[in-house]
Nanobody
Framework: QVQLVESGGGLVQAGGSLRLSCAAS????????MSWYRQAPGKQRELVAGISRGGITNYADSVKGRFTISRDNVKNMMYLQMSSLKPEDTAVYYCNAEVVLLSPYATNTYWGQGTQVTVSS
């Protein structure tokens, strides 16, 4: 019904930047909150940043001032601009969205497949 596809991950040196994108497609009426999560090897998945449909944002303390979340409600896209990257930012980054479906009219939460971000020291 709904697919979330992340892109933009890769290998970058410490101090560098990357921009992640999340594209939502399928039977979408609208999208409520969208979020980026990440999971490092051996660790639990954690919230990185979230954004409401109206543009209200929240960030994990560990990324405040370095990461910026944004979205395009017309294109059903979400972005994460990551700057001043650190080795501890290395993880698989996942897109998450609460989607209001076209049919049946219901709200479900979806996850993308993840994109690897590796920051070398």
């Amino acid at each position: 019904q709904v697919q979330l596809v992340e892109s933009g991950g890769g290998l970058v040196q410490a101090g560098g930047s990357l921009r992640l994108s999340c594209a939502a497609s399928g039977s979408i009426f609208s999208i409520n909150g969208m979020s980026w999560y990440r999971q490092a090897p051996g660790k639990q998945r954690e919230l990185v940043a979230g954004i409401s449909r109206g543009g209200i944002t929240n960030y994990a303390d560990s990324v405040k001032g370095r990461f910026t979340i944004s979205r395009d409600n017309v294109k059903n896209m979400m972005y994460l601009q990551m700057s001043s990257l650190k080795p501890e930012d290395t993880a698989v980054y996942y897109c998450n969205a609460e989607v209001v479906l076209l049919s049946p009219y219901a709200t479900n939460t979806y996850w993308g497949q993840g994109t690897q971000v590796t920051v070398s020291s």
